[in-house]
């Protein structure tokens, strides 16, 4: 008995689809597109009902605005290489006008480490909602830790509590410029371990 309506090939298309994205056209993502996005992102599993998920979305006005700060802030790129801290800077403030907003994700940090590791887990599980959801809008997605994003003057900037919170990534969203690479998975034989009764 089916427990629900959901098709599946619709889900794993969407789950095959989800790409990766680094060229976007610049065009913008409107804020009810970032809100239904995160709204399937809130419905991830997690343990305890702790909704451990915040998020900070910025559209493209803000974005010039980060983009300011981080150009005033250069040592912010610096982290964790400084030799490569400014030709990274260079690189994100040469993309980041192409994005049609960025969302930083974080989560509230719980003070038993078992507890903040499945809350961390939530989270990343919220994200990968977000990213099929976009896909199956029509939104390109890339999931980043770049160094400068998730620095934490960067998330202060953002309005992140840095005190309570943890970044998980920032979300970029666009309108994809190219079709990028499939990068390769290994196999389900070399990852998958059955373990039989006798
Ligand atoms: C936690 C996490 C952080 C990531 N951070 C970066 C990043 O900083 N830079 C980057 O190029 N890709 C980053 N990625 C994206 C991966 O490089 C990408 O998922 C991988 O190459 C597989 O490609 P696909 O997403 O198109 O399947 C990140 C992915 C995850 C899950």
């Known amino acids: 008995m089916p427990t629900t309506d959901v098709d599946f090939d619709t889900v794993s298309r969407a789950i095959h689809?989800?790409?990766?994205?680094?060229?976007?056209?610049?065009?913008?993502?409107?804020?009810?597109?970032?809100?239904?996005?995160?709204?399937?992102?809130?419905?991830?599993?997690?343990?305890?009902?702790?909704?451990?998920?915040?998020?900070?979305?910025?559209?493209?006005?803000?974005?010039?605005?980060?983009?300011?700060?981080?150009?005033?802030?250069?040592?912010?790129?610096?982290?964790?290489?400084?030799?490569?801290?400014?030709?990274?800077?260079a690189k994100l403030l040469d993309r980041l006008p192409s994005a049609g907003a960025l969302v930083q994700v974080t989560w509230v940090r719980a003070s038993d480490p078992r507890i903040d590791l499945e809350d961390h887990a939530a989270v990343a599980a919220a994200i990968q909602n977000a990213l099929l959801a976009a896909t199956a809008l029509g939104i390109a997605t890339y999931w980043s830790t770049s160094a400068a994003l998730v620095h934490p003057d960067t998330l202060r900037w953002c309005g992140v509590d840095t005190a309570t919170q943890g970044a998980i990534g920032c979300i970029w969203l666009g309108h994809a410029k190219e079709v990028p690479p499939i990068p390769p998975r290994r196999g389900l034989n070399e990852v998958l371990y059955w373990v039989e009764g006798t």
Request: charge should be positive; avoid cysteine.
């Open 17 to 89: 689809a989800r790409r990766t994205h680094k060229a976007f056209t610049g065009a913008a993502v409107d804020r009810a597109t970032v809100e239904l996005i995160l709204e399937n992102a809130r419905w991830a599993p997690n343990h305890r009902l702790s909704q451990p998920w915040r998020f900070h979305a910025l559209d493209q006005a803000a974005i010039r605005r980060l983009m300011a700060f981080l150009v005033a802030t250069p040592g912010i790129a610096a982290v964790p290489d400084p030799a490569k801290g400014s030709a990274k800077l």
